[in-house]
């Protein structure tokens, strides 16, 4: 049997976002232009295999993605992992996308502290049979992702940052601004609704 051609490349961006901010959208801005995608599919993350604290609900994670990714071309926000039981792992993600998509190329989308840990990830070697790795550089780290257990590995220029999910909470517990941390509407989204006045 002949091998499909390949028609499109389709990115793979997951995480908690909660809450999403301008680091998360820089990333997917970078992807979208590094890699020549068609689409970028974006999957807030359902129950969190390795976060010990709990998430915020999940329709609220949903709400603040769409609104920190509204605008861009390509995007796609996706709630697949927030209607999937269990715990949320990216391989199950990638094989359901690999069989409904199977023309396309994927690539997986993830910054440099996540790829310090990649390899605890689950099943990242099958992982890796699936997709390409995308990892966004900051200049000083620039080149250090070159194992060669990965394969080919897409590199994304980024900015240095330290903007974290972690600050924005603790900043919003202590009624310090947000709205030069998050894309557009999402400072506003989280003020409505309260959030994380009283959990981190």
Known sequence: MRPQAVTERIGVMGGAFDPPHLAHRAL????????????????????AW???????PAAD??????????HL????????????PGPTYTLDTLQ????????????????ADQARSFERWHGWQDILQLATLAVAEREP????????AWGTIEHLRMPLSDLSATE?????????????LVPPGV??????HGLYADHS
């Open 28 to 47: 997917a801005e970078s992807a979208l232009r590094d890699l020549g995608l068609s689409e970028l599919r974006i999957f807030p993350t359902g129950q």
């Open 50 to 56: 390795h976060k010990s604290t709990g998430l915020s």
């Open 61 to 70: 994670r949903l709400a603040m993605t769409h609104l920190a990714f509204a």
């Open 73 to 84: 071309p390509g995007v796609v926000v996706d709630d697949a992992e927030l209607r999937r």
């Open 96 to 111: 359901a996308l690999g069989q409904a998509r199977p023309q396309a190329r994927l690539f997986l989308v993830i910054g």
């Open 141 to 148: 780290t620039a080149g250090q992702w070159h194992n060669p």
């Open 168 to 180: 924005i909470r603790h900043r919003c517990r202590s009624g310090l601004p947000i709205d030069t």
């Open 187 to 192: 400072g506003d989204y989280i003020a409505q």
